[in-house]
């Protein structure tokens, strides 16, 4: 009993330790497989590290590559809107095409570079040919910008050019403005007049001096506007100077305004020695200073000059008007500027064209009105004022004439009178100059 008791303890206890012993052989061999199953992942965590380094560095790449190229494109492309708006003015068709051509093309790039960056197709670029495409798009940058500040250099040239011959128009002006002072301040001193004199003394020859230099700046505001409507026309203006004055080189492309106000106050001083302007003409019944110096104030105190054209059918000045417009615009000129015959058949035939009063109407009834004033003024004298012009070739000379363009004394010959731009007035003794171009 005892026997078996025992063995039956014994065979309990031998099955512990084999139960425990097998424990323990799968306990290392878990642990085993769990150290295995550890280092596995720890390789892989290695492994997959290693690669995502890789693929970060090919990333940016990818990156600089997308960005050296959309930099580049824009840069093109606001290169080439620059050119295209110095094309506009002054407008330059062919410049205008190219920039717009430019504009598209680099606009179509970019496309192509999104939808390779969208298609993620820059992995096929090797590293070498990324970084050599990068490059090329730095330095396409650097060329764009350097063809946008050589746009800006362009545009700050024109604009100084610009100022400069505004300057130059400017100073002109001042000097025209100078000169008419002098010559008013010449004639003051030569003939004082003493304060409120009485207007029979406005037959004066200070008070004709003065209006002698309005009735020259009423033919320069007239000249001005016929040269703009030459120019609207297309015209040849260095042709239309040289048939004015043949033979004549001017110094300056500006001074073929000279030539135009020569062709105008030749025209509209043709007659003006004669008491009605026109020999033939029987239309004048004035005797006598004091009629034409009354006329003058009347004429003077008409501040429109359609009045005065309106108001004075009966005298000699409406005929004065009509005959000079039609032999000053013949009817091809005429047609040429306009476009049609309007103004000249209406004047021609005696009216007076009041619904088609444009500024260069008004600009030529206002210096039709100026010289008749002035030659009313002259006839108040006794004897008349008369006018006189100097000869092609004549010698200069200070007390007969006045140069329109001072640059000519600079040269080493003496002056000559190359043409009368304005004619001169002799009043008894008393001698205006006349401004002459010299050669």
């Given at each position: 009993m005892d026997s078996c008791v025992k063995s039956s303890g014994g065979d309990k206890s031998k099955l512990a330790r084999a139960i425990a012993k097998v424990l323990n052989i799968d306990g290392t061999?878990?642990?085993?497989?769990?150290?295995?199953?550890?280092?596995?992942?720890?390789?892989?965590?290695?492994?997959?590290?290693?690669?995502?380094?890789?693929?970060?560095?090919?990333?940016?790449?990818?990156?600089?590559?997308?960005?050296?190229?959309?930099?580049?494109?824009?840069s093109s492309i606001k290169a080439a809107y620059a050119k295209l708006q110095l094309a506009q003015c002054p407008y330059d068709p062919d410049e205008i095409q190219s920039a717009d051509e430019a504009i598209v093309s680099e606009l179509k790039k970019l496309s192509d570079l999104k939808q390779l960056f969208l298609k993620k197709q820059f992995s096929e670029m090797s590293s070498s040919s990324s970084e050599t495409a990068i490059?090329?798009?730095?330095?396409?940058?650097?060329?764009?910008?350097i063809s946008m500040y050589q746009v800006s250099n362009k545009k700050l040239d024109s604009q100084m050019k610009l100022k400069d011959s505004e300057v130059g128009f400017l100073?002109?002006?001042?000097?025209?403005?100078?000169?008419?002072?002098?010559?008013?301040?010449?004639?003051?001193?030569?003939?004082?007049?003493?304060?409120?004199?009485?207007?029979?003394?406005?037959?004066?020859?200070?008070?004709?001096?003065?209006?002698?230099?309005?009735?020259?700046?009423?033919?320069?505001?007239?000249?001005?506007?016929?040269?703009?409507?030459?120019e609207c026309a297309d015209w040849n203006l260095d042709a239309a100077a040289e048939a004015i004055e043949p033979g004549i080189s001017l110094r300056k492309p500006a001074h073929k305004s000279y030539a135009f106000e020569s062709f105008v106050s030749r025209v509209m001083f043709d007659g003006f020695n004669h008491p009605n302007f026109f020999p033939s003409s029987n239309t004048d019944d004035r005797t006598g200073k004091q009629a034409f110096l009354e006329e003058f104030l009347e004429m003077k105190n008409m501040n429109s000059p359609a009045a005065a054209a309106a108001e004075r059918r009966n005298s000699g000045f409406p005929t004065f008007y009509r005959k000079k417009y039609t032999r000053l615009m013949n009817p091809k000129m005429e047609s040429s500027l306009f476009g049609n015959m309007d103004r000249w058949n209406t004047v021609s035939?005696?009216?007076?064209?009041?619904?088609?009063?444009?500024?260069?109407?008004?600009?030529?009834?206002?210096?039709?009105?100026?010289?008749?004033?002035?030659?009313?003024?002259?006839?108040?004298?006794?004897?008349?004022?008369?006018?006189?012009?100097?000869?092609?070739?004549?010698r200069f000379s200070e007390v007969w004439m006045e140069g329109v363009n001072a640059e000519a004394f600079t040269s080493e010959s003496d002056p000559q009178a190359g043409f009368t731009v304005f004619p001169g007035f002799r009043i008894d003794s008393t001698v205006i100059q006349c401004q002459v171009y010299l050669c």
């Amino acid at each position: 009993m005892d026997s078996c008791v025992k063995s039956s303890g014994g065979d309990k206890s031998k099955l512990a330790r084999a139960i425990a012993k097998v424990l323990n052989i799968d306990g290392t061999k878990k642990k085993a497989a769990r150290f295995n199953e550890k280092m596995s992942h720890q390789d892989d965590y290695v492994f997959r590290s290693g690669n995502d380094e890789q693929n970060d560095e090919k990333l940016a790449k990818q990156e600089a590559f997308f960005f050296a190229g959309l930099f580049a494109g824009l840069s093109s492309i606001k290169a080439a809107y620059a050119k295209l708006q110095l094309a506009q003015c002054p407008y330059d068709p062919d410049e205008i095409q190219s920039a717009d051509e430019a504009i598209v093309s680099e606009l179509k790039k970019l496309s192509d570079l999104k939808q390779l960056f969208l298609k993620k197709q820059f992995s096929e670029m090797s590293s070498s040919s990324s970084e050599t495409a990068i490059l090329v798009y730095e330095v396409e940058e650097i060329k764009s910008l350097i063809s946008m500040y050589q746009v800006s250099n362009k545009k700050l040239d024109s604009q100084m050019k610009l100022k400069d011959s505004e300057v130059g128009f400017l100073r002109e002006k001042l000097g025209e403005v100078q000169k008419e002072i002098e010559s008013l301040e010449r004639s003051q001193r030569l003939f004082p007049v003493r304060r409120n004199a009485p207007t029979s003394k406005l037959n004066h020859p200070s008070y004709f001096a003065t209006y002698q230099q309005l009735a020259v700046k009423s033919i320069r505001s007239f000249v001005k506007v016929l040269i703009s409507g030459m120019e609207c026309a297309d015209w040849n203006l260095d042709a239309a100077a040289e048939a004015i004055e043949p033979g004549i080189s001017l110094r300056k492309p500006a001074h073929k305004s000279y030539a135009f106000e020569s062709f105008v106050s030749r025209v509209m001083f043709d007659g003006f020695n004669h008491p009605n302007f026109f020999p033939s003409s029987n239309t004048d019944d004035r005797t006598g200073k004091q009629a034409f110096l009354e006329e003058f104030l009347e004429m003077k105190n008409m501040n429109s000059p359609a009045a005065a054209a309106a108001e004075r059918r009966n005298s000699g000045f409406p005929t004065f008007y009509r005959k000079k417009y039609t032999r000053l615009m013949n009817p091809k000129m005429e047609s040429s500027l306009f476009g049609n015959m309007d103004r000249w058949n209406t004047v021609s035939s005696g009216g007076y064209p009041e619904e088609e009063a444009t500024p260069f109407f008004s600009s030529f009834i206002e210096m039709a009105k100026s010289i008749w004033q002035l030659h009313c003024l002259a006839f108040a004298f006794q004897p008349a004022a008369s006018v006189f012009r100097a000869n092609r070739g004549s010698r200069f000379s200070e007390v007969w004439m006045e140069g329109v363009n001072a640059e000519a004394f600079t040269s080493e010959s003496d002056p000559q009178a190359g043409f009368t731009v304005f004619p001169g007035f002799r009043i008894d003794s008393t001698v205006i100059q006349c401004q002459v171009y010299l050669c």
